[in-house]
């Protein structure tokens, strides 16, 4: 919606349109796209859309043309926009602010090189909680979720690249930016500025139909048209270059469907003979599962379930270094308390709990961990922690496990 605003903004700003009726229906969907755009309730979108339409505006008059005064007042504006985006929505602003300051960290770790591609995900949740083992009294705990991108793709790449693949990615852009004040490029360059400031404070990478607006707003600018006219390549190279991409591409959708209705068909059938087929399925397409970490999540689930402690326990582990979650580590803890293993269990909860400091489960499981072992004392310390700690929701599984703990510290 707001690449859309900023283009039908350019086109109307530019008078590409000289038909009244073409004029006025154009204004029409710039109006309804306005009104979905709002309806989406994102912060991002809106600024996106602001900065795009304010872009193609500013250059298409002419910055001498523009009065001093009402520079002023449109810089007065935006600065009073941007404050009350972030006040309209504090706890998501600042839940923001955390993820950022602990991505900082990972990026610290590796500067240069960074942690390698699709490490974000697996790495950022043990950041977390080492963040939160650090700083117990954090403001931010209550805002602690699981994570698996940094809302800020500029910050994943610094993350996953480091230094030096930031520093392509912010050529490419100034580049393009530059490209972007000819006229000729004003509007498409107008909607690669939205699309850049949206993806300063959300996630497009991760979504597909987003991702591939990047090569579409470069092709539209032509913005190396000149280097590229000039490659010596004929077109049956092109072609062919083209058809072998398009067989990989239909040859990745077929794997990835097989995945996908493999995992859910032993998942609906999970008796009888499925339990040893989707344990050798499993060890056939390990490494095809962990490039699908939401197929990975259904199998563990399945896994948890239906196999046997053990091995339902590595394929939890195996789970849990592609995406770790405070559910996932919880789950962990539960299986190595079957097979008695307490000490790795305490280890589960505790890392489950400084994941995201604000839930209950981790920390009541690891408080009647203690009460089975026989532990008072640290019974004791970890029930009176979860009877004073800060809940972020208060469910009544949540008021259940807070009133066992009370009854059970009464007791003693």
Request: proline share 3%; hydrophobic share 50%.
């Amino acid at each position: 919606m707001s690449l859309a605003i900023t283009v039908a903004f350019g086109i109307f700003q530019m008078q590409v349109l000289h038909n009244k009726l073409l004029k006025l229906v154009l204004s029409g969907l710039i109006l309804l796209f306005a009104y979905v755009l709002v309806l989406s309730d994102s912060r991002a979108g809106w600024l996106a859309a602001m900065i795009g339409c304010g872009f193609i505006w500013y250059k298409y008059r002419g910055y001498l043309k523009i009065r001093l005064w009402v520079r002023c007042i449109l810089l007065l504006i935006g600065v009073l926009l941007i404050i009350g985006a972030y006040y309209y929505k504090q706890d998501s602003a600042n839940g923001r602010l955390l993820i950022w300051r602990i991505t900082a960290d990972m990026i610290t770790d590796s500067p240069i090189a960074g942690h390698g591609i699709g490490s974000f995900p697996k790495e950022y949740m043990y950041y977390q909680a080492c963040y939160f083992q650090k700083n117990p009294d954090s403001q931010y705990k209550i805002l602690a979720d699981n994570i698996i991108y940094p809302y800020n793709e500029f910050f994943l790449i610094a993350v996953e690249l480091g230094i030096l693949g930031l520093f392509i990615a912010l050529a490419i852009c100034i580049v393009v930016l530059l490209n972007a004040l000819q006229k000729d490029n004003l509007i498409l360059g107008g909607a690669f500025i939205a699309f850049v400031i949206f993806s300063m404070f959300s996630y497009p990478s991760h979504t597909f139909l987003l991702w591939i607006m990047t090569p579409f707003l470069l092709g539209g600018m032509n913005v190396w048209q000149e280097i590229v006219c000039k490659l010596p390549l004929k077109k049956f190279i092109i072609y062919g270059v083209s058809i072998v991409c398009l067989c990989f591409f239909s040859y990745g959708c077929y794997r990835y469907y097989i995945l996908d209705s493999s995992i859910k068909e032993f998942y609906r059938n999970p008796f009888g003979e499925s339990i040893s087929e989707s344990e050798l399925y499993f060890n056939r397409h390990k490494k095809e599962l962990a490039a699908f970490p939401h197929l990975l999540d259904i199998y563990a689930q399945y896994s948890f379930r239906y196999y046997p402690t053990s091995k339902s326990l590595d394929i939890m582990r195996f789970s849990a270094t592609v995406i770790p979650t405070s559910e996932l580590w919880c789950d962990i803890g539960d299986l190595y308390v079957a097979c008695n293993c307490l000490d790795e269990a305490i280890k589960a909860y505790q890392l489950s709990a400084d994941m995201i400091p604000c839930r209950v489960t981790p920390r009541y499981k690891l408080a009647m961990l203690y009460y089975e072992m026989g532990d008072m004392l640290r019974f004791r310390l970890m029930g009176e922690y979860i009877l004073n700690m800060e809940v972020k929701v208060e469910s009544t599984g949540v008021l259940k496990m807070i009133a066992e703990i009370k009854q059970r510290l009464l007791e003693k």
